[in-house]
């Protein structure tokens, strides 16, 4: 449900005007809008300008003609919560204290260690980049999944944003269809529902389209004045449902899986290798069709020369459980792990007049470097939060080929849903560190020869991974990153 909470008073006025005007300027003199859209368990080749030959996604690839498309673009998490509250805010998981999704898994007998005690929401105390841009002038809108706080304090129309329609706590639809609900197998007196933040709706609407809509309509009412656009999809996340048409389109041209051929094994979990899932590639289009959707309101309103457009996934695609529904190859498995598939994301960035013609970029990037490169494209560098741990890649996108940052680390200190342990990353160059918490093992792979971390050299070059252990457990120490401790109650299972 639109609500606009908030007048601004005077002075907050008076110092939006000022802000504005010394900001870089789009056709018309007008200031850059900011369309920021982020996608569910969207795996790396989950368009087929990434590499996909099953999913159709021409809005996408249509996109990324226009765009800089970031090859080593990576999350700063392998799940949810924790790289929405990076993109948010510009700082690491480990650093915010909110390292898993909301609410996270509960200890287990067979679980080595504890569950680090993490937080179950955003700081309060954090200035998002929706609060820096409101405060200079933008209209902010949040629309779709949220899930960075159990309590209503922490929603998004509390962290910046002026408008928020279907951002709750929950980190998935109760239902792709209309009226979105569902009863709580727990407890069948109780219904979960995101129809109290969409009035009205029909029988047969699907929830990406609406929400496509919905985001649309927020571009046309300000056309006129900057704003930032959060259009945080629920797809492609589970529950696995595809418009029907969808489903059966892909069903046509669908081929019968055999373990043998569509799946592979990371120890004794399946690991889908292959693109063939009808539903889930239905669920792809319809994400692809919100893209095109977008695109559309802002050529329609004439402000697309005038608009910064960001597509990013919030963590690798789900290839390891819950349905198994997409693949991730090359990378090794997915969302859930600190290998490739966990953390490497599909990443375009479009700035028209400056970066807005097809380009690559292969150096590392994450999730925590949003707040400081959107900041200094609209000309706010001077608002950059001093402790922020991204940098701009405003030189990147200006034509440089280098970057001013030799490492990105990673602090999952937990078990995941998908199979994946407690542990700890960091990729310098090509070179990539896994520290596994449970037993301290450790395991190195040059991404530039292999890609798909099939060859551990530590052995080989045990002296570069003793370094590289050096400069994580450094880092570790630097943002105070919360350790698992031994499960008392483990029982070896």
């Given at each position: 449900?639109?609500?606009?909470r ?13 802000a504005?005007?010394c900001?870089?300027?789009?056709p ?16 790396w080749?989950d ?11 021409p ?10 498309r970031f ?9 949810c919560?924790?790289?929405?509250a ?49 405060d ?24 910046g944003?002026?408008?928020?329609i ?15 609900s569902?009863?709580?197998w ?15 709706g ?12 919905e985001?649309?309509s927020?571009i ?19 529950p ?12 046509a ?15 004794k ?15 792809v ?5 919100s893209?095109?959707r ?16 960001i ?18 190859v090359?990378?090794?498995?997915g969302?859930g ?11 375009l ?11 690559t970029?292969d150096?590392?990037?994450?999730s ?8 200094d ?7 950059i939060?001093q402790d ?9 996108l ?7 940052r030799?490492r ?16 700890g ?21 040059d991404?530039?020869a ?5 060859h551990n ?11 590289l ?9 630097t ?15």
């Amino acid at each position: 449900m639109i609500n606009y909470r908030r007048v601004q008073q005077l002075g907050i006025l008076l110092l939006a005007l000022s802000a504005l005007h010394c900001q870089p300027q789009a056709p018309n003199d007008q200031p850059f809008n900011v369309v920021f859209i982020l996608i569910d368990d969207m795996g790396w080749t989950d368009t087929a300008g990434f590499g996909s030959t099953f999913y159709e996604t021409p809005y996408l690839d249509q996109l990324m003609q226009e765009s800089m498309r970031f090859t080593s673009g990576y999350a700063a998490c392998p799940v949810c919560s924790p790289t929405r509250a990076s993109i948010l805010t510009g700082k690491t998981p480990a650093l915010l204290k909110q390292t898993d999704w909301i609410p996270g898994r509960r200890n287990r007998a067979d679980q080595k260690l504890l569950q680090v005690e993490d937080r179950d929401y955003l700081d309060l105390e954090e200035r998002t980049l929706a609060n820096i841009l409101n405060d200079a002038g933008y209209t902010t809108a949040h629309v779709g999944k949220w899930h960075l706080g159990l309590g209503d304090e922490y929603l998004p129309q509390y962290r910046g944003f002026d408008i928020n329609i279907a951002g709750n706590e929950r980190g998935s639809p109760p239902s792709y269809y209309y009226p979105y609900s569902r009863k709580d197998w727990r407890d069948t007196t109780k219904i979960f529902q995101l129809t109290d933040l969409l009035e009205g709706g029909e029988e047969g609407e699907y929830l990406t389209d609406r929400l496509a809509e919905e985001a649309a309509s927020f571009i046309s009412a300000n056309k006129d004045t900057p704003f930032f656009l959060h259009f945080s999809q629920y797809a492609v996340h589970t529950p696995l449902q595809s418009r029907p048409d969808l489903k059966e389109k892909y069903e046509a041209r669908y081929t019968p899986y055999s373990d043998s051929t569509d799946f592979s094994y990371e120890g004794k979990r399946p690991v889908r290798i292959e693109h063939n899932h009808p539903t889930y590639a239905g669920m792809v289009e319809s994400m692809d069709a919100s893209v095109g959707r977008i695109m559309r309101a802002l050529e329609e309103n004439n402000i697309d020369e005038r608009t910064i457009v960001i597509f990013f996934s919030d963590n690798g695609g789900l290839s390891t459980s819950e349905g198994w529904p997409t693949a991730n190859v090359p990378l090794r498995t997915g969302k859930g792990w600190l290998y490739e598939g966990g953390i490497r994301v599909p990443m375009l960035i479009k700035w028209p007049g400056i970066s807005d013609q097809q380009q690559t970029c292969d150096i590392p990037v994450s999730s925590i470097d949003f707040v400081p490169t959107i900041l200094d494209m609209v000309g706010l560098d001077n608002q950059i939060p001093q402790d922020v741990e991204g940098i701009s890649l405003v030189p990147l996108l200006e034509g440089n080929e280098t970057l001013d940052r030799s490492r990105l680390y990673w602090h999952y200190p937990h078990y995941s849903n998908q199979g994946g342990k407690p542990g700890g990353a960091v990729r310098a160059g090509n070179l990539k560190l896994i520290e596994n918490y449970e037993d301290n093992s450790l395991e190195l792979y040059d991404l530039s020869a292999d890609i798909e971390e099939k060859h551990n050299l530590i052995e080989t070059m045990p002296h570069i991974g003793d370094s590289l252990r050096q400069q994580l457990n450094t880092w570790r120490r630097t943002v105070e990153a919360q350790m698992p401790q031994p499960n008392p109650d483990y029982s070896g299972m």
